[in-house]
C-alpha cells in the first residue's frame, strides 16, 4: 500500500517561493503520473498541476507561469515550485497519484497524501 507524504509547506510573504515535494514510500511504475490539488477554506479541491512518468506535466490555466511541477523517479517523489506567490494560494496542498487516468480531475486519483499548509501573508 503506497503512502504520500507532502513536505515543504509553510508561511510566506506576498512575492516569495516555497517548493514542496512529495516522497511515495514505494517505487512506482511505469504510466503513472502524480499531481498535486489544493484546498482552500470554503473551496472545493481544485487541480493545480501534474506530471507523467515521461516527464509530460500540466498545468491550472491560471497558476502556469508560477508554479512548476518536478520529478525524481529514481527517488519516488514529485516537487513542486512555487514563485511569486499569492495570498489566494493559501491553501492545504495534496500530493496524489494515479495509474494512467485523467490528470485534471479528483476521481482520476487513487492515492492521496495529507496534505501539507501553505499561508502566504500579505
Known amino acids: 500500500q503506497v503512502q504520500l507524504v507532502e513536505s515543504g509547506g509553510g508561511l510566506v510573504q506576498a512575492g516569495g517561493s516555497l517548493r514542496l515535494s512529495c516522497a511515495a514510500s514505494?517505487?512506482?511504475?511505469?504510466?503513472?503520473?502524480m499531481g498535486w490539488f489544493r484546498q482552500a477554506p470554503g473551496k472545493e479541491r481544485e487541480f493545480v498541476a501534474a506530471?507523467?512518468?515521461?516527464?509530460?506535466?500540466a498545468y491550472a490555466d491560471s497558476l502556469k507561469g508560477r508554479f512548476t511541477i518536478s520529478r525524481d523517479n529514481a527517488k519516488n517523489t514529485v516537487h513542486l515550485q512555487m514563485n511569486s506567490l499569492k495570498p489566494e494560494d493559501t491553501a492545504v496542498y495534496y500530493c496524489?497519484?494515479?495509474?494512467?487516468?485523467?490528470?485534471?480531475?479528483?476521481?482520476?486519483?487513487?492515492?492521496w497524501g495529507q496534505g501539507t499548509q501553505v499561508t502566504v501573508s500579505s
Open positions: 506530471i507523467r512518468w515521461t516527464g509530460t506535466t
Open positions: 496524489a497519484l494515479n495509474y494512467g487516468a485523467g490528470l485534471s480531475s479528483i476521481k482520476d486519483y487513487d492515492h
Open positions: 514505494e517505487r512506482t511504475f511505469r504510466n503513472y503520473a
